[in-house]
């Protein structure tokens, strides 16, 4: 059952609600574990609480999780979560995923873009968020994500925050 709802954006959101949203996201590489063998239960812990605290803390803009071709950078299947605030919000179910697709000769790859707010942090402000996060990126090309289709419709929010999700598949 989906269902969506509007609140203020005046509410306080906390890390409870910050990992509720990364639950949701956690159940939906859970799938990916299930259906494609990647990523490992370990690093699905660490996504979901990098996302916690980014959502919390207004330092999340998308974060994507796929398989991409390491030869062209471009994905062949990809979620992408984007941080929403107030406005309509919608909590779904984790899961609804497009057909299995053939991923045999990609790999897992994860990208992340921080927010507007993170960048107007000093930079020993943003080393000191980066720190506390259970998960240590280096700094890389977006993969692309040309050919193919998407849908979007889903997400998950709490308390007037939350992620919107895009599932992409290649042609």
């Given at each position: 059952?989906?269902g ?31 259906l ?114 998407s ?21």
């Amino acid at each position: 059952m989906t269902g969506s709802y509007s609140r203020s954006a005046s509410g306080s959101f906390t890390i409870t609600d910050a990992r509720y949203v990364g639950g949701r996201v956690a159940a939906d590489l859970r799938l990916l574990y299930n259906l494609y063998g990647e990523p490992s239960h370990e690093r699905i812990e660490k996504f979901a609480e990098e996302v916690a605290l980014l959502l919390r803390d207004g330092y999340l803009d998308t974060v994507d999780y796929g398989f991409r071709d390491t030869a062209t950078n471009a994905w062949k299947f990809r979620l992408r979560y984007k941080a929403t605030a107030g406005g309509q919000l919608v909590d779904s179910r984790p899961g609804s995923f497009p057909d299995p697709v053939d991923l045999t000769g990609y790999t897992f790859h994860s990208f992340l873009n921080y927010s507007s707010a993170f960048w107007l942090l000093t930079s020993s402000q943003q080393t000191g968020v980066k720190e506390i996060l259970p998960i240590s990126r280096t700094t890389g090309t977006a993969p692309s994500a040309v050919a193919g289709t998407s849908t979007t419709g889903h997400g998950y929010a709490r308390n007037g925050t939350g992620v919107s999700r895009d599932v992409y598949v290649a042609f």
